[in-house]
């Protein structure tokens, strides 16, 4: 499997993480350097043949960075049933291309193995959901106007040539997308600044801009094919759910608010409920929340081995269990026996439900957790006499 520090090769990875990463942008020049392309032009159109996957979401056509409305490029003569988008029309989206437009391919990793594995690996090395766009445009077409993201971006030249302008303005942090519009691009353009760096892309070479840099980018002499990895780690606003998993289970925080007719004892409620949600944050309970949301980001691919069948181990849950959360973290509650669980406390907890249940099953339920980790774990509560190795006949 390609490795992040194979992938920006010949740039060092140390030096990237170290220097560059959400810092500032980088344009990774791959001239000479042995890698193979996970995208040729013969790649992108056996994906784009893959026709029932495109649809009025996954397939965008732009032209002079306005959206095509969908009946000029969809299928709308039967309009599909509430809440099924409808397909993009192969024969529409050529003429559009004819015309100068540019297509936009989303989330192509889930229909190409290779940028898969790519997207993949970006996953694991940031901790961060991640994905990949492909963008095609002719010569001389620039799709889109000065515009920022709302995640880290690895652009990769596969065909073609591009230049990229990369402006001094890079804005805090952002979230939200702004409104489409004239008044909007007007203000992009008006705040971005300095140019910063003027990157030509040239077959195999990456290009680096984290969230929130200005950028724009323009087609050179021949048709461009480039691949957008987004990398996008979470952020403390994801906290707020994870508090709210994590305290729904004391009764504190299930208690009524005191009416604020009242601010005194609202006031004391409030203080009493801020103070037990700072324990919450800095135990390490809570840490594990958050590393198993992280991980969750990072599925594994689950490719198939046909005809390979393999067989997996069954187990039956031979006495009662419960998991309980302590500040100092998770334990699994047997009898009079404590076994401390770890990241492995999600499926620990689903599985003492059970009366059956198989591995292969139980890491496809939370796939977030790592097989070794959880094998240990099962080695305890088989030991403890909670569940016991079953033979399926």
Same mark, same amino acid.
């Given at each position: 499997?390609?490795?992040?520090?194979?992938?920006?090769?010949?740039?060092?990875?140390? *030096?990237?993480?170290?220097?560059?990463?959400?810092?500032?942008?980088?344009?990774?020049? &791959?001239?000479?350097? !042995?890698?193979?392309?996970?995208?040729?032009?013969? &790649?992108?159109?056996?994906?784009? %043949?893959?026709?029932?996957?495109?649809?009025?979401?996954?397939?965008? #056509?732009?032209?002079?960075?306005?959206?095509?409305?969908?009946?000029?490029?969809?299928? !709308?003569?039967?309009?599909?049933? %509430?809440? #099924?988008?409808?397909?993009?029309?192969? $024969?529409?989206?050529?003429?559009?291309?004819?015309?100068?437009?540019?297509?936009?391919?989303?989330?192509?990793? $889930?229909?190409?193995?290779?940028?898969?594995?790519?997207?993949?690996?970006?996953?694991?090395?940031?901790?961060?959901?991640?994905?990949?766009?492909?963008?095609?445009?002719?010569?001389?077409?620039?799709?889109?106007?000065?515009? +920022? %993201?709302?995640?880290?971006?690895?652009? +990769?030249?596969?065909?073609?040539?591009?230049?990229?302008?990369?402006?001094?303005? $890079?804005?805090?942090?952002?979230?939200?997308?702004?409104?489409?519009?004239?008044?909007?691009?007007?203000?992009?353009?008006?705040?971005?600044?300095?140019?910063?760096?003027?990157?030509?892309?040239?077959?195999? %070479?990456?290009?680096?801009?984290?969230?929130?840099?200005?950028?724009?980018?323009?087609?050179?002499?021949?048709?461009?094919?480039?691949?957008?990895?987004?990398?996008?780690?979470?952020?403390?606003?994801?906290?707020?759910?994870?508090?709210? @998993?994590? #305290?729904?289970?004391?009764? *504190?925080? &299930?208690?009524?608010?005191?009416?604020?007719?009242?601010?005194?004892?609202?006031?004391?409620?409030?203080?009493?409920?801020?103070?037990?949600?700072? @324990?919450?944050?800095?135990?390490?309970?809570? *840490?594990?929340? #958050?590393?198993?949301?992280? $991980?969750?980001?990072?599925?594994?691919?689950?490719?198939?081995?046909?005809?390979?069948?393999?067989?997996?181990?069954? +187990?039956?849950?031979?006495?009662?269990?419960? !998991?309980? &959360?302590?500040?100092?973290?998770?334990?699994?509650?047997?009898?009079?026996?404590?076994?401390?669980?770890?990241?492995?406390?999600?499926?620990?907890?689903?599985?003492?439900?059970?009366?059956?249940?198989?591995?292969?099953?139980?890491?496809?339920?939370?796939?977030?957790?790592?097989?070794?980790?959880?094998?240990?774990?099962?080695?305890?509560?088989?030991?403890?006499?909670?569940?016991?190795?079953?033979?399926?006949?």
């Amino acid at each position: 499997m390609l490795t992040f520090a194979e992938f920006i090769a010949p740039f060092d990875a140390v *030096a990237f993480k170290t220097q560059y990463y959400c810092k500032k942008p980088l344009h990774i020049r &791959r001239s000479g350097h !042995v890698h193979e392309n996970p995208l040729p032009w013969s &790649r992108f159109n056996e994906a784009l %043949d893959l026709t029932p996957y495109w649809n009025e979401d996954t397939l965008k #056509v732009f032209y002079k960075n306005r959206l095509a409305v969908r009946e000029n490029y969809c299928d !709308v003569s039967s309009d599909a049933a %509430d809440g #099924v988008k409808a397909p993009a029309d192969p $024969r529409k989206v050529k003429a559009l291309l004819g015309f100068g437009a540019s297509l936009v391919a989303n989330h192509i990793h $889930r229909v190409n193995p290779q940028i898969g594995a790519i997207s993949h690996m970006l996953q694991q090395e940031f901790g961060a959901s991640a994905g990949a766009n492909t963008y095609c445009s002719f010569h001389g077409i620039q799709a889109f106007n000065t515009h +920022y %993201d709302l995640h880290d971006v690895f652009a +990769y030249q596969a065909e073609g040539e591009k230049v990229w302008h990369v402006y001094e303005a $890079r804005a805090d942090n952002p979230v939200s997308t702004l409104p489409p519009g004239p008044e909007v691009e007007k203000w992009l353009v008006e705040s971005r600044g300095k140019l910063l760096l003027e990157a030509h892309m040239k077959p195999g %070479d990456i290009l680096y801009l984290p969230r929130g840099q200005y950028h724009d980018a323009i087609t050179g002499a021949a048709a461009s094919l480039h691949v957008t990895y987004w990398v996008k780690p979470a952020t403390g606003l994801a906290l707020f759910k994870l508090m709210e @998993q994590a #305290v729904a289970g004391d009764s *504190a925080f &299930r208690a009524y608010l005191p009416d604020a007719n009242d601010p005194a004892a609202l006031k004391a409620h409030l203080e009493q409920l801020a103070a037990q949600l700072g @324990q919450l944050l800095v135990a390490p309970s809570f *840490a594990i929340d #958050v590393l198993n949301y992280q $991980r969750s980001f990072a599925r594994p691919p689950a490719a198939f081995e046909l005809p390979v069948h393999r067989t997996t181990q069954f +187990y039956s849950t031979a006495k009662h269990g419960r !998991v309980i &959360r302590r500040l100092d973290g998770f334990v699994a509650l047997i009898d009079q026996s404590e076994v401390q669980l770890g990241a492995t406390h999600p499926a620990v907890s689903w599985l003492l439900k059970q009366n059956l249940f198989s591995t292969d099953d139980l890491l496809a339920r939370y796939p977030f957790v790592e097989a070794q980790e959880l094998g240990t774990v099962l080695q305890k509560l088989v030991k403890l006499g909670a569940i016991v190795a079953t033979e399926m006949r």
